[in-house]
């Protein structure tokens, strides 16, 4: 097993329409207006950028990503990652019953290249596992604060 490895699945229910789910999605410059763990985008080409990552640990992730992969029709985003993190990133949006709410499925795939997080991939497995359940929690809350219109979330670790 290679302890650097991690694949998660998260799948978050929204209270607003795939579309409009979709579409702030697809828009990652403004992913730290309503995430909090994500720092910072800059956006480096068409369908490229980086990023920074911070959740309740004290460490700072950064990657390049590029789109691999964006198809409104089935509503599905993905992107390659390099850096601190390296493998892929998908967004499958879909209707979530007869309510109009939607149901959205984020995965991911990485190997983890930061060094310290490396060298200390056997011990503290749990707590990278448990960092990364926390930033998604906080994603969720803040993709649906925002689709309701409400101000962006506050910064803090949750």
């Not at 730290?32 to 990552?53: C, D, K, M, S, Y």
């Not at 390099?82 to 309510?99: F, H, I, K, N, S």
């Amino acid at each position: 097993m290679d302890w650097s490895r991690y694949r998660f699945r998260s799948l978050w229910r929204i209270a607003a329409p795939p579309d409009a789910v979709y579409g702030l999605l697809e828009r990652p410059h403004e992913y730290p207006t309503w995430w909090p763990q994500v720092r910072e985008v800059r956006q480096t080409g068409e369908t490229a950028g980086t990023l920074r990552f911070r959740s309740v640990l004290p460490y700072d992730l950064f990657v390049t990503a590029h789109q691999t992969r964006r198809d409104p029709r089935a509503r599905v985003l993905e992107v390659a990652m390099y850096g601190d993190l390296e493998g892929w990133v998908r967004w499958t949006v879909g209707a979530d019953g007869a309510g109009g709410g939607t149901r959205l499925l984020f995965e991911e795939d990485v190997i983890v290249n930061k060094p310290l997080m490396r060298r200390l991939a056997v011990p503290c497995r749990p707590l990278f596992r448990a960092n990364h359940a926390l930033m998604m929690r906080q994603g969720r809350r803040g993709l649906a604060a925002r689709l309701r219109g409400e101000g962006a979330p506050g910064r803090e670790a949750v």
